[in-house]
């Protein structure tokens, strides 16, 4: 597993992580591929930090193996985190350190030269708070010294779990528009969050965890086009429509929107239902695929409804 | 990675106020052992116009000699190995307990993956701060006792070979010290907090200073005595009179643990509490390389 291609950041052999009776990871087989944006999503206890700990090799496996980089975590963590920047969690610091030796404790242990303190200070813009201690930081302070604690190293991939948390709206747009620049560096990040919206903008691909169990794992696209709706809006009455397409033997359901249809039936289908209804004399002005939310798709993946 | 991790280590415990806090209350409670056998002495010998002899001659002599050139050294350093080990247990279990409780060890050991470099690098900073420590109390020991011995008229008779031998009175303290210290992080380990680190080793201590009274009893039999010699206070108590008879004191002379003729052999002292030591250290070791590194507790 060590010798996988080189374009995967991040692969796990059915992981498992075991608590006595309890499972918190359950056999995770994934893979997140070199400069992608990778959404981790689960209920609380899903697994998700746990999954993250045994990435970092904070927490060992019950089974399986945890491969980043290339490296196997586990057989060799040293080489495996070297390039690897980690938020797990709330953010952790000495709070009778000032932000700026705390990032210097880190830069000590992590062999990183004490320049990078400024740049990533810059980044996260904390540089004129960066001398008082941390214990007088507010949340969303101590939040952004921990995504300047994490580019310390300049890593290659990124693990973050709930960075946007204690952030203000405003806080929370910098965040998510910091992560993509880093991705447009070429940086891969995985990205743990319960903002699925936050998610749904910034992830590519995205991985649903319930119970230890991965449930679904795909194209944030293609997970959203799951359910096979066809959007279609009708010039003039649409009962006409709605009786022809529920003559359909290929249509399930027809359901009536503000301005327009939701025609349950395969997307494939649309130019053959466009077809349809014009031979039979109803003028389609709007086809498109039915693009759920993915908090819609979460909450009905994970049964949380 | 130990350096890297030690000079991380050090930076927090340099910055730390609790070790400033327990470097203040040692030199304060230094200064004032110093300043209470000055009195002693003072008034004994009726230098302040009252003439009082609750001690015999003879431990009055011990203590004019611990208030001299070079007996000062062997006082200091045998209030390190009391106050001053309870203060080392107090810092190293606040230094692991700290990582537990905060959160960091896990934003230090996915940096810094190495977890035996880890400890290593804490119990060499602490270590460290533990010697700067001693060298402080040297020299206010040093500077009280001249002072004192200039207004009592103590002589000083300070020789090269006492600075020579100074360096192994450090070591043997440090020495001393060390077991204390890794049950205290083998404490903080296992119960992944300051507390727990913390009641280990002051309990232990008191355990262990409790079954040290027993060392009597080794008069009684040399069964027995061997046995008691087994546990870590003898000797502890053997190292600590030898530091004192390094600069020519008598501490027996005050105190009945210290007993030369129950006490271990100094080669079977260093041996034990070296054992203690490496059982203590492995046990640290062996949780926090084993163990799961969670979140703040």
Not at chain 1, 70 to 88: E, W, Y
Not at chain 2, 137 to 151: D, E, F, M, T, Y
Not at chain 2, 165 to 183: D, E, N, T
Request: a neutral charge; charged letters at 15%; aromatic letters at 6%.
């Amino acid at each position: 597993m060590s010798n996988q291609a080189p374009d995967v950041a991040i692969a796990t052999e059915h992981l498992t992580k075991r608590y006595g009776e309890r499972v918190a990871v359950d056999a995770l087989t994934l893979t997140v591929q070199r400069g992608e944006v990778f959404g981790f999503l689960g209920p609380n206890g899903a697994g998700k930090t746990t999954t993250l700990a045994m990435l970092l090799g904070l927490v060992r496996p019950s089974a399986g193996r945890a491969v980043v980089l290339g490296v196997d975590v586990a057989a060799n963590p040293v080489t495996a985190l070297a390039r690897v920047g980690a938020m797990i969690e709330a953010p952790a610091f000495y709070p009778y350190l000032s932000g700026y030796d705390n990032l210097r404790v880190l830069c000590r242990a992590g062999g990183i030269a004490a320049t990078r303190i400024a740049e990533v200070l810059e980044v996260v813009e904390m540089t004129s708070r960066a001398r008082e201690r941390v214990r007088v930081y507010s949340q969303g302070m101590k939040q952004r010294l921990a995504l300047a604690a994490t580019l310390l190293p300049d890593p290659e991939l990124i693990l973050l779990d709930e960075p946007t948390n204690g952030l203000d709206p405003a806080g929370t747009a910098e965040i998510r528009q910091l992560i993509r620049s880093l991705a447009a560096r070429g940086r891969t990040i995985f990205l743990c969050s319960h903002q699925l919206h936050e998610v749904e903008q910034v992830c590519e691909r995205v991985a649903i965890l319930k119970a230890g169990r991965l449930l679904a794992e795909g194209q944030v696209a293609a997970l959203l086009q799951r359910d096979q709706r066809l959007r279609v809006r009708i010039e003039g009455d649409a009962s006409k429509a709605i009786a022809l397409l529920k003559a359909l033997p290929w249509v399930t359901d027809v359901e009536t929107a503000a301005n327009h249809l939701i025609v349950v039936t395969p997307t494939s289908r649309a130019a053959e239902l466009n077809a349809y209804l014009a031979s039979a004399g109803v003028p389609v002005a709007e086809l498109a695929p039915e693009l759920s939310s993915l908090e819609d798709f979460f909450l009905e993946v994970t049964g949380e409804t | 990675m130990f350096t890297r991790l030690f000079a991380a280590e050090w930076l927090k415990l340099w910055r730390r106020p609790l070790a400033w806090a327990m470097l203040a209350i040692f030199l304060g409670l230094l200064a004032l052992s110093l300043i209470l056998w000055t009195l002693v002495v003072a008034l004994h010998e009726g230098v302040l116009g009252i003439n009082l002899t609750v001690l015999r001659d003879e431990q009055v002599a011990e203590i004019r000699r611990q208030l001299s050139l070079p007996g000062i050294f062997g006082m200091v350093l045998g209030q390190v190995n009391s106050t001053g080990g309870i203060l080392a247990i107090l810092l190293a279990a606040g230094s692991l307990g700290g990582d537990y409780s905060w959160g960091t060890l896990r934003s230090l050991l996915s940096r810094a993956p190495d977890r035996r470099a880890y400890l290593l690098a804490k119990t060499m900073a602490l270590l460290l701060g533990l010697l700067i420590g001693i060298v402080l109390g040297l020299l206010v020991g040093v500077l009280i006792a001249l002072i004192a011995s200039a207004w009592l008229g103590l002589p000083h008779t300070l020789s090269v070979r006492d600075l020579l031998v100074l360096p192994i009175g450090i070591a043997r303290a440090l020495l001393i010290i060390l077991p204390y210290l890794l049950l205290t992080l083998a404490s903080a380990a296992l119960g992944r907090s300051t507390l727990a680190g913390i009641a280990g080793g002051i309990v232990f201590l008191i355990f262990d200073i409790g079954a040290g009274s027993l060392t009597s009893l080794g008069l009684v039999n040399p069964l027995i005595r061997q046995v008691i010699n087994l546990l870590l206070q003898p000797n502890i108590n053997s190292l600590v009179m030898q530091n004192g008879q390094l600069f020519g004191l008598d501490q027996s002379l005050l105190t009945n643990a210290l007993d030369p003729t129950v006490l271990p052999a100094p080669f079977q002292a260093t041996l034990v509490v070296i054992i203690y030591s490496l059982l203590f250290g492995y046990t640290a070791w062996r949780t926090i390389a084993r163990r799961d590194i969670t979140g703040a507790q």
